[in-house]
Each structure stands twice: as C-alpha cells, then as structure tokens.
C-alpha cells in the first residue's frame, strides 16, 4: 500500500494522557484513538495487526478442530438469571431494557449464550465432544479502564468453549486449548508463562492465565526458576524463608505508643520476622482473627475461601467492641474468637499485642497460649521458597492475554444443558471456556519489543512485511526501482508499505521507526549508482546491502528468516 493513501496520523508529541508504553507508541505512531473512556477507534495499522493475530487463533482453533460460529452480543435477561449471574454481578454488566420493557444485557462473555444452544442442539453422548469458538464483542463497564487497548469497556475476544461427556474428555479438550494457546502466542512472537490461577466469576475449579511479562501489567506471578513452579499471586503457594530463631520469656513488655508491627520490632530491636501480625476480619457478619508472620501479609482471596465467605478488615470501632482494645496492641493470646494463623507461625514466632494498650507480649508459644486453625494464608512473595523444591522465588508483573478454564457443569446444571448417555440417562455436559484478547496480545508485544524510537513489531503480526523507503521519488531511477521491488513482492504475496510521500528523509526515517514494521529497503539516489540498495532491521538497525542485479531472491529470504 501506498503511505500517502493510508490513515497514519502519527505525533511527535508525548500524549499527556497516556502512561504505559503501548498505549503511548500506539496513540505516538497513529494506530489508535481513544472516543471516550476505554472506547477506542483502531485505525488501518491496528486493523491489520488485529487481522493478523486473529488469523493466527483461528488457524490454531481449527487445528484443534474447534468450529467458528457467531452469537450476539444483545442478550436476554433470563439466561443470565438462570446461571445466577444476572444478581452476583454488579456494575461491571450493561443492563439496558426493551421497547417492550424487557430486561436485557450486553454480552460480558458468552457462557450463558453459548450452553442455551448447547442445550437445544446436543442430544445424545453421539454429539460429543463440540468445541465452538467465535471472535465477538465483550461490553464490559470496567472499574478503571487504563492503558489504552490493555483495558477497555469494549473489546473483542476470541472465546472457546468445551463440550464433554465426562471429566476424561474435559480433560483432553483442556488439554488442546492448552497446546494450541502455547502455538499462538510462540507464533505471535510474546514472551510467556502459563500460570495457576483463581477461577474466580467464571466458577469452574481448574484454570490457567497466559500472562505477558511486561511492568504495565496489572497481574502479579511467583515463579520458580528452578522447578518451573508458576502461579498467580492470587493463588500462589510459597514456603517463608526461615524465621528468627530467638526464644524469649512469656512476658508483658511495655511499648507506650508502638503500634505498627515495625515500629514495636524497632522499639524492641527484634526482627519483624518474630513478631505475630494479629489483624481482625469480618466474614459473614461474624469475626475471624487472622494471624500472619510480621514481615508476611494477609491473603484475603485465600481466607475468604477458607472461610467459604467474603472477608473484609474490621474498622477501628469494631476491633474496639468486639475485642475491647485499641487497635495496634491486638494479639492471640486469651481470646475466644475463631483464629485462621498461617502454618509458618507453629513453628514459633512469638511477639504480638496484649489486648491491654500499650502493651505487647513476648515468648508466646502457638498451641500453647493459643490454638488455632492452621492454613495458608499469606501473599507468597519474591524472596520465599518454593513448595515444590525449596528454590528462591521471584516475582514478576504481567499482561493476562488468555486464560483457559474447566467449567464442569456449573453452567450446564442451570441451563439443563443434558446428554443422553448409552444407557439412556440424563447425563449434564461437561464444560470448558476459553479466552485471548487480541489487542492485549498486540499491546503486550509494544510492551516486550520497543526501543526510544517506537515500536518493533514481531514479524508474524506486523501491519506490514516490508517498509520501502525511497528517499527521493522524485529521481526516475528510484521510482523505477522503488515500485518494481514493491509490485513484485506484492505479487509474490508479501505486505508491503512504500513511503510515496514527498517528505524529507529524515521524516521517513522517523516514522518508519516510530510505526515498526520489521525491514525497511531504503533506496536511496547514491547507492542506486553503486549498484545496491539497503535492508534495514528495525530490531538490529542492521543493513544489508543487497545487489541491484536480482535483489528478490535476498530480500525474500531475509524476509522470511
Ligand atoms: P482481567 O483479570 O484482566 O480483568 P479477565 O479475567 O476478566 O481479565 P476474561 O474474562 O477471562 O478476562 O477474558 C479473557 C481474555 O479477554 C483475557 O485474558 C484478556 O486477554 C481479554 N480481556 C479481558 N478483559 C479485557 C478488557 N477489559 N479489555 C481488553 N481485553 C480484555
Ligand atoms: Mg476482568
């Protein structure tokens, strides 16, 4: 294509309102624009990125043989109501109604759509397994739409979804999505772990997270180097370092105004490592003392799960009512209030508050001052060790690009999405649901391949193959050469991009760099009379100087390397 006939609107300028680096590099290099908050217009060069991303699904969801269908994004109520949805979730949903007054709501995703067809269209254990997958649009009214395209209220996503007659087959229709997510993040060039992770709204008790290491993501992982080992942190397991090996006598120490488990560890020049953070909780309207090692948080997603409730801290008035003393002076010691202490406190750590103000106890021994109900309950962090072989862990922020999930019948129960088995029993199919966001994959491959010049795009999902630069068109020699290179790999079925604009070299050369495209062929006056012309990395900034004599044969075979 020809740049002066394509929508480039590219900025010298910073935008002031942008913040991660692909929201910036693709607002800077004119491929998005923003409408409204996390409503975004994806010019030509977005455009082709997204196609050529969800090429790469669909190919990798055909080999899986999942089949490609479409549903609406217009939703009925009741489905929603069905599954229980429609009450649990709040203001993330757009509800609208009818001209008839009928409730209605746009497409979060499409579990509910897609099991009410399940329970029409499959009968008998003959039907199975289905995998359907579409690329269709998600509204969702998102807390804090960010980072560009990384999070919007609209957005598209390819998403799968599983049909078996039993956990054996859910287990092998994971198992492909699995394989075939690895294929289509490998080929779109990202850098990637697949990690645990909480299924959280989905339901379901098995699920994985894809998640791009990049510092604009929102996501945290633990990972173990050693073993593999990769979770997100809101599952993640890990084993604390070792604690203080200090003892001390059972005894009441004065700590006038020491509140905060740093201020007392310095007050009494002991390490935070031996201290009992004691934080009151309130779950299902009753409290829970949850205990955690000085240096260590509490996890709320694990105790909320312990404890099959919501969790939220108690405020100051209730800590007060409940156990009658200030907060900050809070401990375990002779309480009558349900206890959940993380694992590593039985193996002694011993200082912790009185319940008397100003006043903390040192060589407090568990289960002999205070029982408790031993769990894990908190955040692994970079540093700890890992559960499985006691290597240090590290800790890294990433992008979720796609998850994968083992429903079960949490959606088929609720639908009456049935089979009939051989015998002829009503048997409810067991499900599996898979997401990827193409323009987090996009953005996640700005994040990993930039430089201060722009974008460095991964061959496989460039808007384009080649960039070809004439520095000057207005040379008959150049023009010659310039358009015969770009029709003829044009023909050979390549995607290329000629700079035709009559603009100085130096503002060629900035946006090529600024929009990524991986090779630039600069055909320049000079080098036309020494018979070569020059192909550029934009990775490296590497040339090659290719011969005039049959410059196909070289460009193509870089190209495709
Ligand atoms: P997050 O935790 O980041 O909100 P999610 O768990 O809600 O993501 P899913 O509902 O599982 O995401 O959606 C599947 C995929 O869709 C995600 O892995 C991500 O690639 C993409 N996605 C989800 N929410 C958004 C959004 N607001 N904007 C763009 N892409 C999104
Ligand atoms: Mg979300």
Same mark, same amino acid.
């Given at each position: 294509?020809?740049?002066?006939?394509?929508?480039?609107?590219?900025?010298?300028?910073?935008? $002031?309102?942008?913040?991660?680096?692909?929201?910036?590099? *693709?607002?800077?290099?004119?491929?998005?624009?923003?409408?409204?908050?996390?409503?975004?217009?994806?010019?030509?060069? +977005?455009?082709?990125?997204?196609?050529?991303?969800?090429?790469?699904?669909?190919?990798? *969801?055909?080999?899986?043989?999942?089949?490609?269908?479409?549903?609406?994004?217009?939703?009925?109520?009741?489905?929603?109501?069905?599954?229980? &949805?429609?009450?649990?979730?709040?203001?993330?949903?757009? &509800?609208?109604?009818?001209? =008839?007054?009928?409730?209605?709501?746009?497409?979060?995703?499409?579990?509910?759509?897609?099991?009410?067809?399940?329970?029409?269209?499959?009968?008998?254990?003959?039907?199975?397994?289905?995998?359907?997958?579409?690329?269709?649009?998600? *509204?969702?009214?998102? =807390?804090?739409?960010?980072?560009?395209?990384?999070?919007? &209220?609209?957005?598209?996503?390819?998403?799968?979804?599983?049909?078996?007659?039993?956990?054996?087959?859910?287990?092998?229709?994971?198992?492909?999505?699995?394989?075939?997510?690895?294929?289509?993040? =490998?080929?779109?060039?990202?850098?990637?772990? #697949?990690? %645990?992770?909480?299924?959280?709204? *989905?339901?379901?008790?098995?699920?994985?997270?894809?998640?791009?290491?990049?510092?604009?993501?929102?996501?945290?992982?633990?990972?173990?180097?050693?073993?593999?080992?990769?979770?997100?942190? !809101?599952?993640?397991?890990?084993?604390?370092?070792?604690?203080?090996?200090?003892?001390? !006598?059972?005894?009441?120490?004065?700590?006038?105004?020491?509140?905060?488990?740093?201020?007392?560890?310095?007050?009494?020049?002991?390490?935070?490592?031996?201290?009992?953070?004691?934080?009151?909780?309130? $779950?299902?309207?009753?409290?829970?003392?949850?205990?955690?090692?000085?240096?260590?948080?509490?996890?709320?997603?694990?105790?909320?799960?312990?404890?099959?409730?919501?969790?939220?801290?108690?405020?100051?008035?209730?800590?007060?009512?409940?156990?009658?003393?200030?907060?900050?002076?809070?401990?375990?010691?002779?309480?009558?209030?349900?206890?959940?202490?993380?694992?590593?406190?039985?193996?002694?750590?011993?200082?912790?508050?009185?319940?008397?103000?100003?006043?903390?106890?040192?060589?407090?021994?568990?289960?002999?001052?205070?029982?408790?109900?031993? #769990?894990?309950?908190?955040?692994?962090?970079?540093?700890?060790?890992?559960?499985?072989?006691?290597?240090?862990?590290?800790? %890294?922020?990433?992008?979720?690009?796609?998850?994968?999930?083992?429903?079960?019948?949490?959606?088929?129960?609720?639908?009456?999405?049935?089979?009939?088995?051989?015998?002829?029993?009503?048997?409810?199919?067991?499900?599996?649901?898979?997401?990827?966001?193409?323009?987090?994959? +996009?953005?996640?491959?700005?994040?990993?391949?930039?430089?201060?010049?722009?974008?460095?795009?991964?061959?496989?999902?460039?808007?384009?193959?080649?960039?070809?630069?004439?520095?000057?068109?207005?040379?008959?020699?150049? #023009?010659?050469? +310039?358009?015969?290179?770009?029709? $003829?790999?044009?023909?050979?079925?390549?995607?290329?991009?000629?700079?035709? &604009?009559?603009?100085?070299?130096?503002?060629?050369?900035?946006? +090529?760099?600024?929009?990524?495209?991986?090779?630039?062929?600069?055909?320049?006056?000079?080098?036309?009379? #020494?018979?070569?012309?020059?192909?550029?990395?934009?990775? =490296?900034?590497?040339?090659?100087?290719?011969?005039?004599?049959?410059?196909?044969?070289?460009?193509?075979?870089?190209?495709?390397?």
């Amino acid at each position: 294509m020809q740049y002066s006939k394509l929508l480039i609107p590219t900025l010298r300028e910073t935008p $002031s309102e942008a913040e991660s680096i692909s929201h910036i590099l *693709m607002l800077r290099a004119g491929y998005i624009r923003q409408l409204a908050s996390g409503l975004y217009i994806y010019l030509p060069l +977005a455009w082709r990125v997204i196609n050529k991303i969800n090429k790469i699904i669909k190919e990798e *969801m055909d080999a899986i043989g999942a089949q490609e269908l479409s549903m609406p994004v217009l939703h009925p109520a009741e489905i929603w109501q069905q599954t229980g &949805r429609w009450y649990e979730i709040s203001d993330e949903m757009f &509800r609208l109604k009818d001209r =008839t007054g009928r409730d209605m709501c746009l497409a979060m995703t499409h579990e509910e759509v897609m099991t009410w067809l399940a329970s029409r269209e499959i009968r008998s254990y003959r039907d199975l397994p289905q995998s359907w997958y579409q690329f269709q649009t998600k *509204m969702r009214d998102e =807390t804090r739409p960010k980072s560009g395209v990384l999070r919007t &209220r609209e957005f598209i996503m390819k998403d799968s979804y599983s049909f078996d007659a039993d956990e054996k087959g859910l287990d092998i229709s994971y198992e492909n999505h699995a394989r075939a997510y690895h294929k289509i993040f =490998t080929r779109c060039g990202l850098h990637y772990y #697949q990690v %645990e992770s909480d299924p959280g709204m *989905m339901g379901g008790n098995v699920s994985h997270e894809f998640m791009a290491p990049s510092t604009a993501g929102e996501d945290e992982i633990i990972l173990c180097k050693n073993c593999g080992y990769t979770a997100n942190i !809101e599952v993640a397991q890990s084993l604390p370092d070792s604690g203080l090996n200090e003892e001390f !006598e059972f005894e009441e120490v004065y700590t006038p105004n020491q509140r905060t488990v740093q201020e007392v560890a310095e007050f009494l020049n002991v390490s935070t490592k031996g201290f009992i953070k004691s934080l009151l909780y309130i $779950s299902d309207s009753k409290p829970v003392l949850a205990l955690v090692r000085g240096d260590q948080e509490v996890h709320e997603k694990k105790l909320s799960k312990i404890l099959k409730s919501p969790v939220r801290p108690a405020n100051k008035e209730e800590v007060f009512s409940i156990l009658n003393v200030e907060a900050g002076f809070i401990g375990p010691v002779g309480h009558s209030i349900t206890i959940i202490a993380d694992e590593i406190l039985s193996k002694g750590c011993c200082i912790s508050g009185a319940n008397k103000k100003d006043y903390h106890i040192k060589g407090i021994v568990p289960n002999k001052h205070f029982t408790a109900n031993w #769990q894990d309950i908190h955040v692994a962090k970079s540093g700890d060790l890992c559960i499985h072989c006691k290597s240090v862990l590290q800790s %890294e922020r990433v992008i979720e690009v796609g998850n994968i999930f083992k429903l079960g019948t949490k959606y088929s129960l609720p639908l009456k999405a049935f089979y009939l088995n051989q015998e002829g029993a009503e048997i409810p199919i067991v499900m599996g649901s898979y997401g990827i966001g193409p323009a987090r994959i +996009a953005a996640s491959a700005i994040e990993q391949n930039h430089d201060k010049d722009g974008i460095i795009w991964p061959s496989s999902i460039a808007p384009f193959d080649l960039h070809i630069i004439p520095l000057n068109l207005k040379d008959i020699n150049t #023009q010659k050469i +310039a358009y015969n290179i770009y029709n $003829s790999l044009i023909s050979s079925g390549f995607d290329v991009l000629i700079d035709d &604009r009559d603009e100085r070299p130096g503002v060629k050369f900035k946006d +090529a760099d600024l929009i990524g495209i991986p090779y630039q062929l600069i055909v320049g006056e000079k080098a036309l009379k #020494q018979g070569f012309i020059e192909l550029k990395s934009r990775k =490296t900034k590497e040339v090659t100087k290719i011969d005039l004599e049959n410059p196909f044969e070289k460009i193509i075979g870089l190209l495709k390397s």
